[in-house]
């Protein structure tokens, strides 16, 4: 059976130039392979500088491979395809500042997916901004708002809501629960789990915490040096690490509640 998203070989290597010496390529990634099915959860997880962020947004299209394909329900994905990739694949930041654009309110922001990618009249855009604000638990008047007025929990929550507007089949979180406070972490957890199960997403996971990694994820990847050291079913990686290296991965100490 073809898997919902095959990443097939996928390499990268960014260029670092100096001033005084000659450009060094930083190998990045190093033919990473791997299937995720529909509507489960991946957890990647790794040391600083091993390949997860890289490999998050080229997922996402936000960034392009040096070799190597994701495919998409056996389709390739091409890098150029942004607007496809945009109506499938989502990416969801920690940084809600960064991603969230503070001269625009929330509900034009939200409104912009459907504006690209749909024939929706204008009515029935700010339609289903109101749905999708009341689906991540916020009201329909918070589309007036600017992101200065609401709190980092409400800011992440507008990020999902405008993530999920076009109905994504993967949405890829990158360390996205790491900037909020436990309580406030807690809820979006809840909140991304309840949006899994009634829209059948799937999710990949970048996260340094063991507990969340548990907590939400069917399989877990470690990664090293750009490469998977172990991909299998989270209870197994927990239950059995493979090596020292997962085993150090594991025991770093975060909170869920
Ligand atoms: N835009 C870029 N330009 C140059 N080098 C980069 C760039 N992005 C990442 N790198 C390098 O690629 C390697 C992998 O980085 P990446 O951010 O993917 O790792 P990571 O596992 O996500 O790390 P962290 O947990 O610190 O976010 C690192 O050596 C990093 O310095």
């Known amino acids: 059976m073809t898997s919902l998203l095959r990443v097939e070989n996928l390499s990268k290597a960014y260029l670092h130039k100096g001033r005084w010496w000659a450009p060094k390529r930083i190998r990045a ?13 991946l957890a990647i997880m790794g040391e600083t500088g091993s390949g997860k962020s890289s490999l998050a947004k080229i997922i996402a299209g936000a960034e392009r491979p040096s070799s190597g394909t994701v495919y998409l329900r056996g389709e390739p994905l091409k890098a150029q395809d ?14 809600t500042d960064a ?3 503070p001269h625009l309110t929330i509900g034009r922001q939200l409104e912009e997916p459907l504006l690209f990618n749909t024939h929706l009249s204008s009515a029935q ?12 638990g916020l009201l329909p008047e918070h589309a007036v708002f600017h992101s200065h007025m609401m709190s980092t929990g409400q800011k992440q929550r507008a ?14 979180a990158d360390e996205a629960l790491a900037a909020l406070d436990s309580s406030i972490r807690a809820q979006i957890i809840n909140l991304l789990l309840d949006l899994q199960r009634d829209m059948k997403m799937s999710y990949v ?5 063991p507990e969340i990694i548990r907590h939400v994820a069917d399989k877990v990847m470690i990664m090293r040096h750009g490469e998977i050291v172990t991909y299998e079913d989270t209870a197994s990686v927990f239950n059995k690490p493979a090596d020292g290296y997962t085993e150090s991965l594991l025991q770093q100490t975060y909170t869920l509640s």
Do not use: W
């Open 29 to 41: 990634l190093n033919n990473v392979s791997f299937d995720l099915e529909s509507g489960q959860t």
């Open 82 to 95: 942004y607007r496809f990739r945009c109506r499938h694949i989502r990416m969801v930041f920690q940084d």
């Open 99 to 101: 991603s969230l654009n």
């Open 125 to 136: 855009r700010r339609e289903t901004v109101s749905e999708a604000l009341l689906k991540v």
């Open 159 to 172: 990020c999902i809501a405008r993530a999920i507007m076009l109905n994504p089949d993967v949405i890829v």
């Open 205 to 209: 996971f970048v996260s340094h915490s």
